[in-house]
Nanobody, 123 residues
Framework: VQLQAFGGGLVQAGGSLRLSCAASARTFSVYGMGWFRQAPGKEREFVAAINWSGGTTVHADSVKGRFSISRDNAKKTAYLQMNSLKPEDTAVYYC?????????????????WGQGTQVTVSS
């Protein structure tokens, strides 16, 4: 499974971005999907996860109410809608796929990782 994340960029605080994660998997709908981020000098951090059908989602407390994960199985794509962005959201964002139907926030449960897309939020 190959994952390609895109949609990052430079945005002012308070702005919005939508990240996309396109998968090459023939059976995308069986994978649990997640988004993680890593800021310079910091450890990788869980952002959001969604189950295989899209019926179950979980978001980190730091982004709850501002970010929303979703997926379109027909398009084999997962999304991360980011609103009310803050400078502390600046990081490289990675999407990941798990052979579990839902992997939650545990990075070790994810087998496939995308290359990352940079999000920079200016104050």
């Amino acid at each position: 499974v190959q994952l390609q994340a895109f949609g990052g960029g430079l945005v002012q605080a308070g702005g919005s971005l939508r990240l996309s994660c396109a998968a090459s998997a023939r059976t995308f709908s069986v994978y649990g999907m997640g988004w993680f981020r890593q800021a310079p000098g910091k450890e990788r951090e869980f952002v959001a996860a969604i189950n295989w059908s899209g019926g179950t989602t979980v978001h980190a407390d730091s982004v709850k109410g501002r970010f929303s994960i979703s997926r379109d199985n027909a398009k084999k794509t997962a999304y991360l809608q980011m609103n009310s962005l803050k400078p502390e959201d600046t990081a490289v964002y990675y999407c990941a796929a798990s052979t579990l139907g839902f992997a939650g926030g545990e990075p070790n449960e994810y087998t496939y990782w995308g290359q990352g897309t940079q999000v920079t939020v200016s104050s």
